[in-house]
Nanobody, 115 residues
Framework: VQLVESGGGLVQPGGSLRLSCRTSGFTFSRYDMSWYRQAPGKARELVAIISAPSGNTDYADAVKGRATISRDNDSNTVYLQMNSLKFEDTAVYYC?????????WGQGTQVTVSS
């Protein structure tokens, strides 16, 4: 099983990023897919989730209106589009796959919002 995040980097406040998580080794279309983040000294927190098979989405209040999670079941990839980035969005962003009691994590990608 592999979950490989990409798309992180350094961005100025107000900017945008699109994170990708390419997966393999499990039945992607069956799994709820989520993005979490962890800032230095803080607990890991849920950012966004997209359910399977409905595709229903939900977002943390901190990113609602600025983030869009989407999935491509053909390429086994989940995306997180983040707009109007703020300093407080700085964190390591992790991809998560969840089905029943089974959960997989990616290694994370760093997002730094700085001027």
């Amino acid at each position: 099983v592999q979950l490989v995040e990409s798309g992180g980097g350094l961005v100025q406040p107000g900017g945008s990023l699109r994170l990708s998580c390419r997966t393999s080794g499990f039945t992607f279309s069956r799994y709820d897919m989520s993005w979490y983040r962890q800032a230095p000294g803080k607990a890991r927190e849920l950012v966004a989730i997209i359910s399977a098979p409905s595709g229903n989405t939900d977002y943390a209040d901190a990113v609602k209106g600025r983030a869009t999670i989407s999935r491509d079941n053909d390429s086994n990839t989940v995306y997180l589009q983040m707009n109007s980035l703020k300093f407080e969005d700085t964190a390591v962003y992790y991809c998560n796959a969840q089905w029943l009691a089974i959960t997989y994590w990616g290694q994370g990608t760093q997002v730094t919002v700085s001027s």
